[in-house]
């Protein structure tokens, strides 16, 4: 395998693991539940990498929003978590609509606020994704309410 390649599957890897810990798997528990010996997940975290299945079954086991983020960033795209902690139903549709549009107004605003000295600080941009995020999370919402319902 090329370096460049082995190099890309590394970082990956690893922050996969660290993931795993912050979400309070040890190496034992991935054993456990994917496969393998948990020393085969220990030495991910140095620089080890699993096999492709090795990889989906961390994936699937400990649903890394950071990995998730990385992998999306390298093929050009961006992740974006779907809301799972909302119910919608046909009584949710008008209170969704208003949380669509105050997500929004709060991303203009945000914007606003931004341009009033000309120039966009780190800490404003940051604040900035946070309202656009928020807002494709409100659109997200709704959009999967609407197509799960028949």
């Known amino acids: 395998m090329k370096l460049a390649h082995q190099q890309f599957g590394e970082k990956p890897v690893q922050l996969l693991m660290w993931e795993a810990g912050n979400n309070g798997f040890t190496p034992a528990d991935l054993a456990d539940r994917v496969g393998g010996s948990s ?14 299945v090795g990889f989906f079954g961390i994936l699937r086991t ?25 119910p919608f139903g046909l009584s949710e549709l008008s209170k969704d609509t208003a949380e669509i549009m105050k997500e929004t107004a709060d991303v203009i605003n945000a914007v606003a606020k931004s341009l009033d000295d000309g120039k966009v600080t780190k800490a404003e941009k940051k604040y900035i994704i946070n309202e656009i995020d928020e807002s494709i999370e409100a659109l997200l919402r709704a959009r999967i309410g609407l197509k799960e319902r028949p």
């Open 39 to 52: 020393r085969t997940y220990e030495n991910y975290k140095y620089g080890a990498t699993p096999t492709i």
């Open 62 to 86: 400990i649903k890394p929003q950071q990995v998730a983020k990385k992998i999306a960033e390298q093929c050009g795209g961006y992740f974006i978590p779907l809301p799972s902690d909302k």
